[in-house]
């Protein structure tokens, strides 16, 4: 039975990616003796992932009843109704797309992952929330050897495509052709890992170079396809920065903001030979890959998923009245209104 003054957490999800971000800080949360519980959307991805254990709200009257004192979402909204702190967490690091820092009036509380973003929204701020640098909760796992990842590795050089779904970012068209004759090579292995929000036409083009030397991986957690990897293939996504951070090498095909420590291709015939060179780098591109880390997140130590809850923590206590009140946000309150069918103001 629950004990009265046990904690409620409540975590916000839509799509699959959330679960790498939330799963260590429900761990957290739970070793504390606090509860939490889901809030995911009707029909959207992410339902698909629960798990049997966790405990999901499905109404906003069940929301409200049970008054978390923080909602916690990796996305760009959340729902102003909902009780408790407002709480983003990030669904990944800076990648050279656009927008990416914007304060969207709907967060109490932004848990920045490193220097970079913590510099970019203390610019941005506008008063009506706090930026506190945590760390980012996902890669809690990424630094410790994780249980399945020994189900993706091969004695083989293993190289991951994991592209991003923007229309005018993506990759998956331009490299198919490509892709499809290295698989070919029985001295590689490929794994490809799609983005939760790629169009069907492009799933069904992946699945079908499925062969003994390409993998089709289907799966709401990135980190154990991270770890067996040995080089990342992308375009503009944020999984190139957490590759990153173990030291290894991404090749990116036509990326937006091309930095010192990618391999950066223009044309898909370059591909095969780029891989190449990523799997025998010089020491001079290993030490631009390096100092990247050190200042996009430069914590190894497994302990993110604290600093946030100390981070709530604080502001929790302190409450809400040394900051700005936030804008109306008439347009975005209301969308979010209508997509959950709540129509109150409150």
Sequence with gaps: MEQKNTEHYLFYASLSYSFNVLRPLQKAIEERGA???WFIPKDSEAEHYLLPQDERLTTIGAVKRYNAKATVAPGNVIPDFFPGLKVQVFHGLNSGKKNRVVIRNLFDLYCTLGPIATALFSEVTNGTCEIVETGWSKLDTLFTQHQQTQLFTD???TI???PTFSPKLRSTYDLLPEISRLSQRSDWKWLIKLHPKALKEEVE???ALSNENLTF?????IIPLLQASDVLLSDTSSVLSEFALLNKVVVTYKNRVPQPWMMNITQAEQLESTIEQALAPSEE?????????????PYTDGKSSERILTAIDSLHKRGLGHLKPKPLNLFRRLKLRKQLGYYHWH
């Design 160 to 162: 991951l495509y994991a």
């Design 155 to 157: 004695s083989r050089p």
């Design 205 to 207: 083009q992946y699945k």
């Design 35 to 37: 509860r939490v519980c």
């Design 285 to 297: 591109h290993l030490n631009n890959i390096r100092r990247y880390a050190s200042v996009v997140h």
């Design 217 to 221: 991986v289907e799966t709401s957690d």
